[in-house]
């Protein structure tokens, strides 16, 4: 079955920086790649997706990018703002089924 | 989107007891997932909830520790059944419309066993 990793689990970086997290996924026939805000004590919120077909997407200061070749998926977000401190999950789901596996998570801290 | 509730959003329980968790949904949506979150851990799939017919569990969970019910497109219920300490955790419902692949997720319930 699908196998999701994620690196790396824990983040820290200056207010104003980037700050990239990178996923890797097994099941070459997987075709959605959602990513997932998740603040303390809160649901986890979509933040951005991006399906099979198409190799960037951005919203603002968060974008995703996707090799289908190698198989690896990627969070992007620019000026950091201590706002975006959270734990962020990236999650892959497979052809033709609506299962989604998530990642392991990666806790980002913004430092002011 | 849509708007999603649970019940209760939080439980302490002793152990040998059950609980069932409520999640209603405020439009008809396809699809609906049961998870769970162990403290500072990812979300591990356990199960999704079909309309009018068995659930399909994941491996590792099974029907007798975590039945489930969904008798109609806007409500389910996950029981965790004869708890133990090991089944502290939060258990969040998702759900996701017909033809999408987005899921959105219930606030959770947060479950201790004592």
């Known amino acids: 079955g699908e196998n999701v990793e994620q690196h790396p689990s824990t983040l820290s970086v200056q207010e104003g920086d980037s700050a990239v997290i990178k996923c890797t996924y097994s099941d070459s026939a997987s075709n959605y790649f959602p990513w997932y805000k998740q603040e303390l004590g809160k649901r986890p919120q979509l933040i951005i997706d991006?399906?099979?077909?198409?190799g960037e997407k951005k919203d603002q200061r968060i974008a995703v990018t996707l090799n289908k070749t190698a198989k690896h998926f990627s969070l992007h977000i620019t000026e950091t703002q201590p706002e975006d401190s959270a734990v962020y999950f990236c999650?892959?789901?497979?052809?033709?089924?609506?299962?989604?596996?998530f990642g392991t998570g990666t806790r980002l801290q913004v430092f002011p | 989107s849509a708007v999603i509730s649970q019940k209760p959003s939080r439980d302490i329980c002793q152990r040998g007891t059950s609980l069932t968790i409520q999640c209603q949904v405020d439009?008809?949506?396809?699809?609906m997932f049961w998870y769970r979150q162990q403290p500072g851990q990812s979300l591990t799939l356990i199960a999704t909830?079909?309309?009018?017919?068995?659930?399909?569990?994941e491996s590792g969970f099974v029907i007798d520790k975590f039945p489930i019910s969904r008798p109609n497109l806007t409500f389910s219920t996950l029981t965790v059944s004869n708890m133990s300490p090991e089944d502290s955790s939060i258990y969040l419902c998702?759900?996701?419309?017909?033809?999408?692949?987005?899921?959105?997720f219930g606030p959770g319930t947060r479950l201790l066993v004592l």
């Open positions: 998702s759900v996701a419309f017909y033809r999408e692949e987005t899921q959105y």
């Open positions: 439009s008809q949506v396809t699809m």
């Open positions: 991006i399906r099979s077909n198409v």
């Open positions: 909830a079909n309309q009018g017919s068995e659930a399909t569990y």
């Open positions: 999650a892959a789901s497979g052809y033709n089924t609506d299962k989604l596996i």
